[in-house]
Each structure stands twice: as structure tokens, then as C-alpha cells.
């Protein structure tokens, strides 16, 4: 349970991942994708470099698991991106692999065990000091191929999110003065107060959502959502978004 909870802290602290989360929330929509994934290849591979939406899915927990791990794992689309040295590219990974079940069974694995994988459009870009970062939009079950007019506009937005990815990855983390003690274990208390929901609904509040934008992207009603919000508020004795952002320093 503390290890969740550091690696949620660890999260909410970076900006790198703040800036994937900002970017797969503009550009899923804008394309009307059902799944959208995000990956940093840049020697560190934790938490804050991988970002994964599924919010049209409904997947069940187990896969949905599964599926946020996806862009890490070996033979995985992002995997295969790295193995093709694909750094700076738009790209479609059918036009770029013939076998279809290869697809199925590696590049996509945990997704199509639940729903088969329609279409895919991704983009990468060059990062500072040798890291790139990729970017996942994929169309699932019964959707149509992605349109000319939405994979033009996706790379229309690159290099938005490029400037977007880049300026926080050289951003430095916040220095406290000196003999300050660590603030991990005062953000782990905090969170262990937060229900699993609601930890997911502060991670969105934290990347610049509003409710209405957090209920459509989960399905829930925005009288749901800030039911949430407020007893998030109550649990953390704050009143308002901005307390919020100041207390994770965001």
C-alpha cells in the first residue's frame, strides 16, 4: 500500500508526466480515439513516464492493469517503435508489420484480449539529450479506421505537444531550502485518505480538468464527480482548486 502510494506521489510531482497526461487529453478527443497511450524513452523507466487513457473502454480491472503496464513491456507497440529507431515519425504500425497476428499477439497483446484493435496512428518526437517520446491513438471493437482529416489534425497538434513534452523534461524539479525535511511522507498521508476514485479524479483535477471534463471522460455524471471533489476537498481540508494545487504543488 505505501509503495502505491509513493508511486502515486511520485506522479502528481512530476511535470513530464503532468505534460503527457495534458497532452493525450487534447489530442484523444480531437480524434475520437477510444484508447490513448504515452510513453518517455529516456533511461528512466518509471511511473512518470508512461501514461495510458482508457476511458472508452470500460475495461475490467484486471485488463485495464494490464493495459496501463502495455507501453512498457517488451514487445509491446512502444517496444517495437524503439527496436525501429522510429524517433521522429507519423506512422500507422499495420503499414509497417504484414502479419496481423503478430500484431494481435505482441504489439497489441493486452488490449486485444479484450476487444480487437481497429486502427492505430502514432506519432514521435525528439526530445532534449537524446529521449524521445511516442504517442498512441488507437480505434477499438466496432470504431472505423482513423480519417484523413483526424490523423492531419493530430499531426497538425505535434508540434504543440512536442513543445509541450520538451519544456517540462528540461523543467527542474522544486528545491526546497536547505535542512527542509522531504515532503513524501506528508503527500502519502494525505493520499492514503483518498478512495481509489478519487485519487484518479485528483490526478485530472492536478493536470488542469474541469469536472464536466472529468465526468465525460469516465462516464460518470458531474454531479458524480463533484460529489468527489468535495469530500476530496473535506478529506484534505481544502476549499477550493487553487489550496488543491498549492498543497501538491502543482
Same mark, same amino acid.
Given at each position: 500500500?505505501?509503495?502505491?502510494?509513493?508511486?502515486?506521489?511520485s506522479q502528481l510531482e512530476s511535470l513530464l508526466f503532468g505534460a503527457m497526461v495534458h497532452a493525450v487529453h487534447v489530442a484523444?478527443?480531437?480524434?475520437?480515439? !477510444?484508447? $490513448?497511450? #504515452? *510513453?518517455?524513452?529516456?533511461?528512466? +523507466?518509471?511511473?512518470?513516464?508512461?501514461? &495510458?487513457?482508457?476511458?472508452?473502454?470500460?475495461?475490467?480491472?484486471?485488463?485495464?492493469?494490464?493495459?496501463?503496464?502495455?507501453?512498457?513491456?517488451?514487445?509491446?507497440?512502444?517496444?517495437?517503435?524503439?527496436?525501429?529507431?522510429?524517433?521522429?515519425?507519423?506512422?500507422?504500425?499495420?503499414?509497417?508489420?504484414? !502479419?496481423? $497476428?503478430? #500484431? *494481435?499477439?505482441?504489439?497489441?497483446? +493486452?488490449?486485444?484480449?479484450?476487444?480487437? &484493435?481497429?486502427?492505430?496512428?502514432?506519432?514521435?518526437?525528439?526530445?532534449?539529450?537524446?529521449?524521445?517520446?511516442?504517442?498512441?491513438?488507437?480505434?477499438?471493437?466496432?470504431?472505423?479506421?482513423?480519417?484523413?482529416?483526424?490523423?492531419?489534425?493530430?499531426?497538425?497538434?505535434?508540434?504543440?505537444?512536442?513543445?509541450?513534452?520538451?519544456?517540462?523534461?528540461?523543467?527542474?524539479?522544486?528545491?526546497?531550502?536547505?535542512?527542509?525535511?522531504?515532503?513524501?511522507?506528508?503527500?502519502?498521508?494525505?493520499?492514503?485518505?483518498?478512495?481509489?476514485?478519487?485519487?484518479?479524479?485528483?490526478?485530472?483535477?492536478?493536470?488542469?480538468?474541469?469536472?464536466?471534463?472529468?465526468?465525460?471522460?469516465?462516464?460518470?455524471?458531474?454531479?458524480?464527480?463533484?460529489?468527489?471533489?468535495?469530500?476530496?476537498?473535506?478529506?484534505?481540508?481544502?476549499?477550493?482548486?487553487?489550496?488543491?494545487?498549492?498543497?501538491?504543488?502543482?
Open positions: 500500500m505505501v509503495s502505491e502510494e509513493l508511486t502515486l506521489y484523444a478527443p480531437a480524434i475520437s480515439a !477510444d484508447l $490513448a497511450a #504515452a *510513453r518517455v524513452f529516456d533511461g528512466q +523507466p518509471d511511473p512518470t513516464r508512461v501514461y &495510458v487513457y482508457t476511458g472508452h473502454l470500460n475495461l475490467p480491472p484486471s485488463v485495464e492493469s494490464q493495459v496501463h503496464a502495455w507501453p512498457a513491456s517488451p514487445g509491446s507497440l512502444f517496444d517495437f517503435a524503439d527496436k525501429q529507431a522510429l524517433y521522429d515519425h507519423a506512422f500507422r504500425p499495420r503499414q509497417l508489420v504484414d !502479419d496481423a $497476428a503478430y #500484431a *494481435r499477439l505482441s504489439l497489441f497483446k +493486452p488490449i486485444e484480449a479484450h476487444t480487437p &484493435v481497429v486502427d492505430a496512428y502514432c506519432i514521435t518526437c525528439p526530445l532534449a539529450n537524446n529521449a524521445w517520446c511516442m504517442f498512441a491513438f488507437l480505434r477499438c471493437g466496432e470504431s472505423r479506421f482513423f480519417a484523413p482529416r483526424e490523423t492531419e489534425m493530430l499531426l497538425r497538434l505535434k508540434p504543440a505537444i512536442l513543445r509541450l513534452v520538451r519544456t517540462q523534461q528540461q523543467r527542474r524539479p522544486r528545491q526546497g531550502n536547505p535542512g527542509d525535511a522531504p515532503e513524501t511522507s506528508d503527500h502519502t498521508v494525505l493520499l492514503a485518505k483518498l478512495s481509489q476514485s478519487e485519487r484518479h479524479i485528483l490526478q485530472l483535477l492536478l493536470a488542469g480538468h474541469t469536472e464536466r471534463k472529468i465526468g465525460a471522460d469516465l462516464h460518470r455524471s458531474p454531479h458524480t464527480i463533484h460529489v468527489h471533489v468535495k469530500n476530496m476537498y473535506r478529506k484534505l481540508n481544502v476549499n477550493s482548486r487553487r489550496q488543491l494545487q498549492e498543497l501538491f504543488g502543482a
